[in-house]
């Protein structure tokens, strides 16, 4: 209840730059310029690396010329809204979280994100 005009004061959404050094914002679409066009979010653990390693393996199968990016860093993960990790990353959209996918499961998302 507000007295006197007194009401609770409303938060402020601040914006940040991630720590890639691009002009993207932790708070709003996350659009970077390293050129991955592939992202594995994670935090370091033996899933992470176990979906990173199997993204690798599929985009090899697929043999497509693009780089698979590993994100540690928090803000960058939490401007793409994840919650539960691991999370792929497919042309700057979030195509899965909270699983570790095989690498043929990978190549579907990958063939399906080029369409």
């Not at 402020?12 to 390293?34: F, I, L, M, W």
């Not at 370091?44 to 497509?64: D, F, I, K, P, Q």
């Not at 939490?78 to 190549?107: F, R």
Request: some cysteine; proline content about 3%.
């Amino acid at each position: 209840m507000a007295l006197f005009g007194f009401g609770k004061k409303k938060k402020e959404v601040q914006t940040a730059p991630c720590s890639c050094q691009c002009s993207c914002s932790a708070a709003g679409r996350v659009e970077h310029k390293s050129g991955a066009a592939i992202q594995v979010l994670g935090t370091g653990c033996a899933s992470c690396h176990t979906l990173l390693e199997n993204t690798r393996e599929a985009v090899r199968s697929l043999r497509m010329d693009v780089q698979v990016e590993y994100v540690q860093d928090m803000a960058t993960i939490a401007g793409y809204g994840v919650m539960s990790l691991p999370a792929l990353v497919v042309h700057g959209k979030v195509v899965s979280t909270g699983k570790v996918l095989k690498p043929d499961q990978i190549e579907v998302l990958l063939k399906n994100s080029e369409k």
